[in-house]
């Protein structure tokens, strides 16, 4: 054998060795069973920075001039629907935020109800999972208000947030976007409605005319065009049975990390 | 001149590695390995990095593109002010992405399922540096074996080794029972600046974290440049690994790679006359 055609025979048995390692990596992250044990790593992070963090710690918070001028729309940016481009047509006057599921008082909320509710002002970091990030300042409800004006029944141990988009264009339901949290988030202090972005009303392309911040999270837990907010039980039950858009397509239903 | 007289002095058998420093380097090779590729499946979710807390998207120092050029995608890969062309490889290798499918855990576009692998072995590396560094600072193994000696920090001592390793010399006899001052330096910087910093690096990525460690990412100054230093750390375990193998091979891989499993290491014996 030559010098080239050893070079070559080698670099062609490299290759196909490389390839049956990279074909054998996909199939493995394709079975169901390495899927499910590598997810376990999920509750183990959560548990550890449940347990190692204060449960009410803040998210940092930053000054003004921190504010990022560039800050990404990511997702939907624009709803087609129907039923919200009416109301966006509307300047949102006929919005209603409703408010059901295990709760003792089901609530419908104006923009002007949730404006009246214990409000708050926060410049946070959002971190998108694609890693990228940008400053904000947000205004809004705080979630504990509403949730304590609506009562949650004993059972309830989460909270779910329907909202108006599809970011999968499909006739049915299965392409709406919807996000979940448990108490111990929907509870903590930075959790809000937002209705203002840097001190406007929150723009179209950032979830307008309500979206939720949940700040010690990825980005893709702050559901934006937030329609109605459902306490249950469960979250099995629920669409896809994960929690969420992007946890029913295989991301971590708490994205701390 | 080498006489067929002279009999050929006995190779000598060492016990060079502990039983925690054969697994946990093992385990090491298994957890890097599968972090480095799941991590750059993730990073081509978005294949730019940036210095400072926010991402200034005009202006990246690193980025990766795919533009058309004459009907044909061209890969260009932004390093500061310098734009390389780099198809087939970093911006468009078959389609648009930063790193080829070769290079990435799992090799089809997912970010979802790079995520999945990373944050599984994060905790095998995380548990197992905890391990190692637990048992090398406790067991003695980090002072006597990866210290440098006494002697071996005086200044004529420190150019001879460097000129010996250049030459690809290695030690015979007494001298290859421990390990040579590069050595030690270059495992010594891994195991207790790099693959640290992988984690560090890691955890201020983390949204949650910045709760209670918010200090230590404005101590990397700020999340996108922690995420900047957690690709600049994994590239120069890169270079560690790339060199250290070349060591391997060079120096006597199979007796390297049997003391790294069995911990039985063959030392050669000194040449006659020196």
Same mark, same amino acid.
């Not at chain 2, 062309?85 to 080829?100: A, D, K, N």
């Given at each position: 054998m030559s010098r080239i055609d050893r070079r070559s025979w080698l670099k062609g048995a490299a290759a196909a060795a490389g390839g049956l390692v990279a074909a054998a990596c996909d199939r493995l992250t394709l079975n169901p069973t390495v899927q499910q044990t590598l997810a376990r790593a999920e509750g183990l992070t959560r548990r550890t920075q449940r347990a190692l963090f204060p449960r009410m710690a803040l998210a940092p918070e930053f000054s003004?001039? !921190?504010?990022?001028?560039?800050?990404r729309a990511n997702g939907?940016?624009?709803?087609?629907?129907p039923a919200y481009v009416a109301l966006r047509e509307a300047g949102f006057s006929d919005y209603r935020l409703v408010v059901d599921g295990l709760v003792e008082r089901p609530l419908a909320l104006s923009l002007a109800d949730l404006r009246a509710l214990p409000a708050r002002s926060q410049i946070t970091r959002h971190d998108c999972v694609e890693g990228w990030s940008s400053i904000g300042k947000w205004t809004g409800a705080r979630l504990s208000a509403v949730l304590e004006a609506a009562g949650l029944k004993e059972g309830a141990r989460f909270v779910v947030f329907h909202c108006? !988009?599809?970011?999968?264009?499909?006739?049915?339901?299965?392409?709406r976007y919807y996000e979940s949290l448990d108490l111990e988030d929907a509870f903590h202090e930075q959790t809000i409605l937002a209705y203002e972005m840097n001190d406007a009303p929150l723009p179209v392309a950032h979830g307008a005319p309500v979206r939720l911040r949940v700040e010690r999270q990825l980005g893709y837990k702050h559901a934006k065009y937030v329609m109605r907010i459902e306490a249950v039980e469960s979250l099995t039950p629920i669409r896809g049975g994960k929690g969420g858009f992007w946890e029913d397509r295989g991301y971590e239903w708490y994205a701390g990390i | 001149m080498p006489s067929a007289e002279r009999p050929r002095p006995p190779m000598e058998t060492i016990r060079r590695h502990g039983l925690v420093t054969r697994l946990t380097h093992w385990t090491n090779v298994l957890a890097v390995l599968v972090l480095l590729a799941s991590g750059l499946q993730i990073f081509n979710a978005h294949p730019a990095l940036y210095w400072g807390e926010t991402s200034t998207f005009s202006r990246p120092w690193v980025a990766m593109a795919a533009v058309e050029r004459g009907g044909e995608f061209v890969g260009l890969t932004k390093v500061g002010e310098a734009v390389f062309?780099?198809?087939?490889?970093?911006?468009?290798?078959?389609?648009?992405?930063?790193?080829?499918a070769w290079a990435t855990l799992p090799g089809y576009r997912s970010l979802a399922d790079g995520r999945r692998w990373h944050f599984f072995f994060a905790w095998v590396f995380a548990i197992n540096l905890a391990v190692y560094l637990a048992a090398g600072l406790i067991g003695g193994h980090v002072r006597r074996d990866l210290l440098p000696d006494r002697d071996q920090i005086r200044p004529r001592r420190i150019l001879r080794e460097i000129a010996d390793h250049a030459r690809l010399r290695f030690p015979r006899g007494a001298e290859a029972k421990r390990y040579n001052l590069l050595q030690k330096l270059a495992y010594l910087i891994v195991v207790f600046v790099l693959l640290p910093m992988m984690l560090l690096t890691g955890l201020c990525m983390s949204p949650a974290f910045g709760s209670v460690g918010y200090g230590l990412i404005e101590l990397f100054g700020g999340r996108q440049s922690a995420r900047t230093l957690h690709f600049l750390s994994a590239s120069a375990i890169v270079l560690f690994v790339v060199v250290h193998l070349a060591m391997v091979v060079a120096s006597g891989a199979w007796n390297n790679i049997r003391a790294m499993v069995t911990g039985r290491f063959a030392v050669r014996p000194e040449e006659a006359g020196t």
């Open positions: 003004p001039e !921190d504010i990022s001028p560039d800050f939907t940016i624009n709803p087609q629907d108006a !988009d599809k970011l999968e264009p499909r006739v049915d339901e299965r392409g | 062309e780099t198809t087939g490889v970093l911006g468009y290798s078959g389609e648009v992405r930063g790193f080829p």
